[in-house]
């Protein structure tokens, strides 16, 4: 998708961080736990260190400010797509659930981070931490996107991958993260319906984000996507599947292993956000596990 010109953003919507130099990073590292944990929003325990990482100032956001940067340059879409969501949502949330929004913190860093969840490195990918409700991402996880999972880099599929961890954030204002076991696993586990919905909830974020209003500029955020544009958020989507990812990496899939959902449902209910468009047509909770 492309940003419309006029909107104006503010580059202190989004923090920075990186290790420093000779820092002790800790978790677990390499592709297995990039392809293994990414998108959680859960319980990140099993990959995320106990300690802290000595940090110091990430990139510089300055330049972040118009739509001709955030069209080409991926920290400054990370800015644009964050306001974007805030937006939608802060209206969206008491519409549709009589909740009133609070925008998570959003830190795009490198090589690791300290979080109230514990220490994380880039190989854990996009997390969503509930303890501190704040969404971390580094940005040369889209790089691998493409490289390791076989996705499109395309701009969609990056912001796909934000509005999901968002998704993550709504859902805990909703109340649903907190209900649910993330240690089960299996086809019908909480842990996928809460994955699916995440992906639902970015699918509708994408269904109205050309018309989501910058309230500064009065300027609408992005240019209505195309189709090939949101084929690259579904070719995203699939690419985190649970039985893709373990195709990759052992061989086979292994169902009652799932905590995310196979490539099928992950497009299907990106898509069912995207044509339903509201909050309710989200609610995986709610349906048969054979429907799921």
Not at 1 to 27: C, H, L, Q, W, Y
Not at 223 to 238: G, K, N, S, W, Y
Request: proline content about 3%.
């Amino acid at each position: 998708m492309t940003f419309n010109e006029g909107i104006r953003t503010d580059p202190n919507r989004v923090k920075t961080s990186r290790a420093g130099t000779g820092a002790a990073v800790g978790g677990i590292g390499g592709i297995i736990a990039l392809l293994i944990y990414m998108f959680t929003g859960m319980d990140l325990s099993g990959v995320m260190g106990g300690g802290s990482t000595q940090e110091q100032a990430g990139k510089d956001l300055s330049h972040c400010t118009t739509a001709e940067a955030a069209n080409e340059h991926d920290e400054c879409r990370m800015v644009a797509t964050a306001e974007s969501l805030d937006v939608l949502w802060s209206q969206a949330l008491p519409q549709q659930a009589n909740i009133r929004y609070q925008a998570p913190d959003f830190t795009v860093f490198e090589g690791a981070v300290n979080t109230a969840c514990g220490q994380a490195t880039s190989a854990v990918g996009p997390f969503y931490c509930p303890a501190d409700q704040g969404v971390y991402l580094d940005t040369g996880f889209f790089g691998q996107l493409e490289s390791q999972l076989g996705a499109e880099n395309a701009p969609l599929a990056q912001m796909y991958i934000v509005a999901h961890e968002w998704g993550h954030h709504i859902q805990n204002q909703l109340g649903f993260m907190g209900q649910v076991n993330t240690r089960q696993t299996g086809p019908e586990s909480g842990a996928v319906r809460l994955e699916l919905q995440a992906d639902c909830l970015a699918g509708m974020w994408v269904r109205h984000a050309s018309s989501t209003i910058d309230p500064d500029t009065g300027n609408a955020f992005l240019v209505e996507p195309t189709e090939d544009q949101i084929r690259d958020a579904l070719t995203a989507a699939a690419a985190v599947g649970d039985d893709r990812i373990q195709e990759r990496t052992q061989g086979r899939a292994i169902p009652e292993t799932f905590s995310h959902g196979t490539s099928e449902q992950r497009m299907r209910w990106f898509a069912t956000g995207y044509s339903g468009g509201n909050v309710a047509s989200c609610n995986t909770f709610e349906v048969a596990g054979n429907q799921l």
